[in-house]
């Protein structure tokens, strides 16, 4: 079973810019697509973006399209999201998981329940 290690999260003012990391154990980590998700106090976990194996499909929630980056290195073994123009909505603990895919996967939604492998999340703290 692989493991999963979130790191990068912090405080940072609104407009502000932060880079999370997840690295996994799995040697076999290019056969796995990658989800980043989040969960703020008192609210359920959403879906922020993810990627398939290959790298070439990435969906993103639209909350965060064009100021987030989801990006992979299967040589690293690691996933990062990059998140750029921060609003204090976007406080919450981030999750990064993966999911053993086909190839030919088609990927339409990031649904947190394909994901069977969770790291313990990283805190992120956007101050107004």
């Given amino acids: 079973q692989p493991q999963l ?3 990068g999260g912090g405080l940072v003012q609104s407009g502000g810019s932060l880079r999370l990391s997840c690295a996994a154990s799995a040697s076999t980590f290019r056969y796995y ?3 980043w998700f989040r969960q703020a106090p ?3 976990r959403e879906a922020v973006a993810c990627v398939t194996r290959s790298g070439g499909t990435t969906l ?3 909350s965060v399209k064009g100021r ?3 990006s992979r290195d299967n040589d690293r073994k690691a996933a990062y999201l990059q998140m750029n123009s921060l609003k204090p909505e976007d ?3 981030y999750y990064c998981a993966i999911k053993r895919e086909i190839l ?3 990927l339409k939604a990031c649904a947190s329940t394909d994901y069977p492998t969770w790291g313990q999340g990283t ?3 956007v101050s107004s």
């Fill in 91 to 93: 406080t919450a603990v």
């Fill in 42 to 44: 008192g609210k359920e």
């Fill in 123 to 125: 805190q992120v703290t």
């Fill in 60 to 62: 993103y929630a639209e």
């Fill in 104 to 106: 030919t996967v088609e």
């Fill in 5 to 7: 290690v979130e790191s």
């Fill in 33 to 35: 697509g990658i989800g």
């Fill in 68 to 70: 987030f980056t989801l």
